[in-house]
């Protein structure tokens, strides 16, 4: 397994194998780990810049990440030189509170990471599943693998908007599937979704796990569960298929 540096001069994260896949790194608090998670994807997308002269970046939304993007984006990087998509988005207009997009604008991109080209996941269109095509054909353009994937996950054990009971779910979670990304519809998704599918995911260097609080520490114990389906619980897909052990973020 790679060794990897976290944040100089913050304080060590209790480090700790939970799964053969799945690495955590625990850190006392939100603040502490934002920074952390900042340093070490700042340091895969320089790493990347001096190899292949672009890094390549995605991100997720909803609340946990906001302080992560936001630290991010003080980072010192040649950022014209990275290319950020989301992991997955909601389908609302780039203005709605619940855009991920959106919250990349307020965080990430406030200050000089504005120099980053961002592909949304979004095209005006009547619906996600309209919108699909255009969308798809921005994402085959770019060229993968990712350097850096950074993940969130809900409390039913969805990551990026691979939802349990979700109506492609099937098709995102095919490891062997040849779409990038798809839309999809969940009884559990206020709104329908378009979503990075689990091959896509699993296409980078550094695949990273955010996650806070006790109630989610849970949730990803009943994922790891024997008796629990990749579908009722699609994080443990992405835990059992990646490449390289996933590398968990924790704070209380
Ligand atoms: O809807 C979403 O949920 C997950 C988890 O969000 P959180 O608010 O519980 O942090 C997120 O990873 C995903 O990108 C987002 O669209």
Partial sequence: MKMHLDAPR???PRRRDLHANLV??????????????????????????LTRGLGLLAVSGGSTPRRFLAELGRQRLDWARVVVTLADERWVTPDDPRSNARLLRETLFSGAAAAARFEPLFEPAFDATAALPRIAR???????????????????????????????????????GRARVLALHAPAAPEPRITLTLPTLLATTALYLHIEGAEK?????????????????????????AGEPLRMYWAP
């Fill in 10 to 12: 913050e304080p060590r």
């Fill in 24 to 49: 955590e790194h625990a850190y006392a608090d939100s603040a502490t780990l934002a920074r952390a998670l900042a340093a070490a994807v700042a340091c895969d997308l320089r790493d990347a810049i």
């Fill in 138 to 176: 921005r994402l085959e353009a770019l060229p993968l693998p990712f350097d850096a994937v950074v993940l969130g996950m809900g409390n039913d054990g969805h990551t990026a908007s691979l939802f349990p009971g979700g109506d492609t779910l099937e098709q995102a979670l095919d490891p062997l």
């Fill in 217 to 241: 520490r849970n949730v990803l114990a009943r994922a790891l569960d024997a008796q629990t389906r990749n579908a009722d619980m699609p994080i443990r897909a992405v835990i059992n298929c």
